[in-house]
């Protein structure tokens, strides 16, 4: 048997502790797998006859836990700056009805990966013959 740790970045909650586990076991040859949510780790003991490193790797890779977890940023420009970039634009909003309380928004158009992807939770489908009567 033998022991490798991984470093998961987009490892932050319990859900994916629980995700990362399940991926992991149903692989031949994983006998147990350690997930912290709160160190960000993986360790995983495999009978390394059946399965290596890299294939375990490539698994948790595949389901997003091993890369980094990308947010975009502000430019830090006005608006009004002729520099090429398209800066975010932050926007706020105060109520009457909350007084002291000032919330902000701002619109993220981001062509790559989903923002704050949540590993194992894959997109929404719904089913097109949906009978709701």
């Given at each position: 048997?033998?022991?490798?740790?991984?470093?998961a970045?987009?490892?932050y909650?319990?859900?994916?502790?629980?995700?990362?586990?399940?991926?992991?076991?149903?692989?031949?040859g994983?006998?147990?797998?350690?997930?912290?949510?709160?160190?960000?780790i993986?360790?995983?003991?495999y009978?390394?006859?059946?399965i290596?490193?890299?294939?375990i790797?490539?698994?948790?890779?595949e389901?997003?836990?091993?890369?980094?977890?990308?947010?975009?940023?502000?430019?830090?420009?006005?608006?009004?700056?002729?520099?090429?970039?398209?800066p975010?634009?932050?926007?706020?909003?105060?109520?009457?009805?909350?007084?002291?309380t000032?919330?902000?928004?701002?619109?993220?158009?981001?062509?790559?990966?989903?923002?704050?992807?949540?590993?194992?939770?894959?997109?929404?489908?719904m089913?097109?013959?949906?009978?709701?009567?």
């Amino acid at each position: 048997m033998k022991t490798k740790t991984f470093d998961a970045p987009v490892l932050y909650a319990d859900h994916h502790v629980t995700e990362v586990r399940r991926i992991l076991l149903e692989l031949e040859g994983v006998t147990d797998v350690y997930a912290s949510s709160a160190f960000q780790i993986v360790e995983v003991n495999y009978d390394e006859t059946k399965i290596n490193d890299l294939q375990i790797a490539i698994k948790l890779d595949e389901a997003g836990y091993l890369g980094e977890w990308t947010i975009p940023i502000e430019l830090g420009s006005a608006a009004q700056q002729g520099d090429g970039q398209k800066p975010f634009f932050r926007h706020t909003a105060t109520y009457e009805t909350i007084k002291q309380t000032v919330s902000f928004g701002q619109k993220v158009s981001y062509q790559g990966r989903p923002l704050w992807q949540c590993p194992g939770m894959g997109t929404v489908k719904m089913d097109e013959e949906v009978n709701n009567g």
